[in-house]
């Protein structure tokens, strides 16, 4: 292990990645964030795909000025190098045997021409996990489909029962399905590294994108198996509670959710007339829905977003705010628990990303790497750590293999 790698959890743990856009590098991100040695396997000349893809920095369309590259790929070390020709391979397969986990999200067809299968990737390190990450999995009538995250959303189910309905189904925005997948990857993969603890062999972790979502469907098929009913979107209820609306500065969601009773939502909304008689009870307040989302309207247009969630929460009372990008960077809960972290690239400059969600106890987390520039480390990890010459390299490069 090279000496300036972040000591953590998994510090002496090996991980290749060859993934591209979200799942992959997310997955591997985790990895990195809590001290694997994660090494990032691109392409030469394009590299991942995500380089590609904005916004960039200064609106600047620079391969290494993609932010969604720049945040998922931080702790790692990178290489280029072209594993599907025969050099490439050659220190490809090199590598493997120094790795515990190999991480790719090509598709299944692709990754078996790359030599990306398990049954490839045992045959040179038998103890190696792999994981991979794809829409439908290894396996079935749509393993060899593609899928963009709002198909991925539309095909799990969950997209169905997201919304209103007497509106079509919603779809959560910023590629969650990617997301969600990515981290039961990085799970997935260590229950697999825990396993090898005791069986000394390796495994293939099979992820599948729809599969990870399906799985919040945790009311929906029950319902379904058990009733025979399908479970639809949820329903209008017209009041304005548990709805969102609008503040004096953006939106909030009231609720009757609590310990109190209705006088104290009331006397929080700040209107006499919410404590008429008639929206004392659930049953009033669905029969005079209308009237009462009004007034809810006209009282909230009295109030900020902050003080009112804040307001709520002194009554024993569960309110919510929609906050924006800007409110959770200003949000001083996040900032009192250390979540954003700075960061230092040398193309992009300095600027703060957010930093792990569960906490451990132990060293403070930092990121101590920016995301690499494309073939970054290509003399660090093949010469002074594989063992190959700069002559060797300048071959490499002229084959187009690095």
């Given amino acids: 292990m090279p000496q300036n790698v972040?000591?953590?959890?998994?510090?002496?743990?090996?991980?290749?990645?060859?993934g591209r856009g979200v799942s992959g590098p997310f997955c591997a991100k985790l990895l990195a964030d809590y001290g694997a040695d994660v090494i990032k396997i691109e392409p030469p000349s394009v590299g991942d795909p995500a380089r590609r893809s904005g916004p960039f920095v200064d609106d600047d369309p620079h391969q290494d000025k993609s932010i969604p590259f720049l945040y998922l790929n931080t702790n790692k070390r990178g290489i280029s190098l072209d594993v599907g020709c025969e050099s490439g391979r050659a220190a490809f397969h090199k590598l493997l045997q120094t790795a515990d986990i190999v991480i790719e999200n090509y598709p299944p067809s692709e990754a078996q021409a790359l030599g990306l299968d398990f049954q490839t990737l045992a045959g040179v390190n038998s103890a190696v996990i792999h994981t991979s990450i794809t829409p439908f999995g290894q396996s079935g009538p749509y393993r060899d489909f593609e899928a963009t995250d709002i198909v991925a959303c539309a095909v799990s189910g969950l997209m169905y029962h997201s919304g209103d309905s007497d509106r079509e189904p919603l779809r959560n925005a910023l590629d969650q399905s990617f997301y969600v997948a990515g981290a039961n990857a990085a799970a997935a993969t260590l229950a697999a590294l825990f396993q090898r603890f005791t069986t000394e062999r390796g495994q293939h972790v099979d992820v599948s994108v729809v599969e990870c979502m399906a799985s919040h469907l945790v009311q929906a098929v029950p319902y379904y198996s058990y009733m025979g009913a399908i479970k639809g979107r949820r329903a209008v209820r017209g009041s304005g509670l548990e709805e969102i609306l609008p503040a004096?500065?953006?939106?909030?969601v009231p609720s009757v959710q609590g310990s109190q009773p209705w006088s104290v939502v009331a006397d929080l909304i700040g209107l006499e007339a919410m404590n008429d008689e008639r929206f004392a009870s659930g049953a009033g307040r669905i029969e005079h829905g209308e009237e009462l989302k009004q007034l809810l309207i006209e009282g909230l247009a009295e109030w900020d977003r902050k003080p009112l969630f804040q307001?709520?929460?002194?009554?024993?009372?569960?309110?919510?705010?929609?906050?924006?990008?800007?409110?959770?960077?200003?949000?001083p809960h996040l900032r009192e628990r250390g979540f954003f972290v700075e960061v230092e690239h040398p193309v992009a400059g300095r600027a703060e990303y957010p930093g792990l969600g569960p906490m451990i106890s132990g060293p403070e987390f930092e990121i101590l790497r920016p995301a690499p520039l494309l073939g970054q480390h290509n003399r660090e990890i093949l010469c002074e750590e594989l063992g190959y010459s700069a002559t060797d390299l300048v071959?490499?490069?002229a084959l187009a293999a690095i």
């Fill in 6 to 18: 972040q000591e953590g959890i998994l510090a002496g743990v090996r991980v290749l990645e060859l």
């Fill in 311 to 331: 307001a709520s929460g002194e009554r024993r009372l569960v309110f919510g705010m929609a906050q924006d990008a800007g409110d959770l960077f200003d949000c």
């Fill in 248 to 252: 004096r500065d953006g939106y909030v």
């Fill in 395 to 397: 071959n490499l490069r």
